[in-house]
């Protein structure tokens, strides 16, 4: 269902200015003893298939290209080389809130956002009630979304990118949005997408999330692939080393 044939990322860190800001902020951090003109690769030769079904999880450290990845399958970003293939209907949730208009309400932007995913607006005015109702902000859709916390924004988001069952869905961090009660509502809803057979790829620094969640595990350090395995197995390694 997804196939990455020899997928590289490079980027300039002296003139590229596509980065997300958490992003810019590793890298500057991690690489700025290089000269600026130095090329860097966040993702170096990756190859690996995923078949119908699998719920994929990506591990590492802070900066290891595992948000790049993510934006490479979802098509947000093309790699500098190498091939990827996608046979299915995608539903990225990477960067929560970030189709939303501030200035615009709650219920605006359910709309608008639900247009750039591909909603009718028949079908979002069908399901407008079981966004609200999951996202728990009824009191709040006449509130303009700059007014809103960054869990709120998350709320919203997640309730209109799940509203359907996506053939293949593109997870970045986001179970450790809101408050606990309604991060276990969002890992159930997670459950049940799961196991009506979407494809998932899931990207979180729980490895107890993913232990939970995932049927195998890529390990990326650095922008490469360290391991690709069985999930119990590869957590265990990854957090020995980190602790170590």
Known sequence: MIELKNVSMKFNLGIEKTFYLKEAFIRF?????????????????????????????????????????????????????????????ISPMIELGAGFDTELTARENIYLNGAVLGYSKKFLDEKFDEIVEFSELKEFLDVPVKNFSSGMTAKLAFSIATVVDPEILIVDEILSVGDIKFQEKSKKKMMELIKGGTTVLYVSHSLESIKDLCTRVIWLEHGEIVKIGDTEKICDEYYNKQMG
């Open 29 to 89: 951090f991690q690489f700025n003893k290089r000269k600026k003109s130095e090329d860097f690769y966040a993702l170096k030769n990756i190859s690996f298939k995923v078949k119908k079904g699998e719920v994929i999880g990506l591990i590492g450290s802070n900066g290891a290209g595992k948000s790049t990845l993510l934006k490479v399958v979802s098509g947000v970003m093309k790699p500098t080389k190498g091939k990827v293939i996608v046979n299915g209907v």
